[in-house]
C-alpha cells in the first residue's frame, strides 16, 4: 500500500504544481495592476485578490483551509504577524488570511524566479539575511509598511521546521519591531500543512484539511524584546500543543 500512496502522492504534488502556476499566471495581471492605486488601498485589493486564487486552488487540488480568530482584528489598527512554518504552503496560505492589506518579510531568492518574482515584491519586503545594509533597510520598511496601517507578517522561526518541536527557536526581529513602534505581536498558527507537503520529500503531497489560528494580541507595552519573544513563544507553542492533531 505504501508504494501506491508514494505514486498517487506525487501525481497530486504535480497537478497542484501545475494547477498553481496556470492559476498564478491568470491572476498575474490584475495583481500587478493593484500597484497603480497608492497603499494601503492598492495592497487591500492585492491580498482580496491572492485570497480568491488561493481559495480556488485549494478547491482545485482537493483540500480545505479553515481560518479561525478573525475576530481578533481591529479595523484601522496594524499588527505584526507572527506566524510558525512547517511548509513552502505556509506563505500561499497565510498572507491572503490575514485580514486587511499586509505585508511578509520575504527572502530575496525568489525574487529571482521569472514572472513570479514579480508578484513577489508587490506581496512582501525582501530582505538578503546574509547582507547586514539588506536587513537594516527591511527593517525600516517593515516600520513603514506599519505606520502606513498595514499588517507586517513574519515568520519568527526564520526557516522551515524541520524538527518534531511544535516550533523552532525565534529570532528577535519581530519583537524588536514590535517594541520600536509599539505595534502588539498578533500569534498565527498554521496546522496540518506538513502533512499537506512535508518538507523532507520532492514533489510529494497529500489533500487534507488545514487551519490557521489567528490569536489575541499581545502589546508589547513594558516588555523588552526578549520578554515578548518568550511570552509569544510560550502562548504559541502552548496553543499548538493543545489544538494539533
Known amino acids: 500500500m505504501n508504494w501506491y500512496k508514494e505514486i498517487l502522492g506525487r501525481i497530486w504534488a504535480l497537478w497542484a504544481l501545475i494547477t498553481f502556476v496556470i492559476s498564478f499566471l491568470i491572476i498575474l495581471l490584475p495583481s500587478l495592476l493593484t500597484g497603480v492605486f497608492p497603499d494601503p488601498r492598492g495592497q487591500d485589493y492585492f491580498i482580496k485578490i491572492a485570497r480568491i486564487w488561493i481559495r480556488v486552488w485549494l478547491f482545485i487540488i482537493g483540500c480545505r483551509l479553515i481560518v479561525k480568530g478573525k475576530t481578533h482584528f481591529e479595523k484601522g489598527k496594524a499588527v505584526i504577524i507572527a506566524c510558525n512554518h512547517n511548509s513552502l504552503l505556509d506563505p500561499p496560505l497565510t498572507s491572503p488570511f490575514i485580514i486587511g492589506p499586509n505585508k511578509t518579510i520575504a527572502k530575496s531568492s525568489f525574487t529571482k524566479v521569472p514572472l513570479f518574482g514579480w508578484y513577489y515584491k508587490r506581496g512582501g519586503v525582501i530582505v538578503n539575511r546574509k547582507n547586514n545594509d539588506s536587513r537594516r533597510k527591511s527593517y525600516e520598511q517593515m516600520k513603514q509598511v506599519l505606520q502606513a496601517g498595514m499588517h507586517m507578517c513574519v515568520y519568527p522561526e526564520g526557516t522551515r521546521n524541520r524538527t518534531t518541536a511544535p516550533l523552532k527557536a525565534f529570532y528577535n526581529g519581530a519583537f524588536k519591531l514590535s517594541v520600536d513602534t509599539n505595534h502588539a505581536i498578533m500569534p498565527a498558527l498554521l496546522f496540518n500543512t506538513k ?32 520578554q515578548l519573544k518568550e511570552l509569544v513563544f510560550s502562548t504559541m507553542s502552548e496553543y499548538y500543543l493543545q489544538h494539533s492533531t
Open 195 to 226: 502533512k499537506v507537503l512535508p518538507p523532507g520529500k520532492f514533489l510529494y503531497g497529500w489533500p487534507g484539511k488545514m487551519e490557521i489560528h489567528f490569536l489575541p494580541p499581545i502589546a508589547a507595552s513594558g516588555l523588552s524584546p526578549d
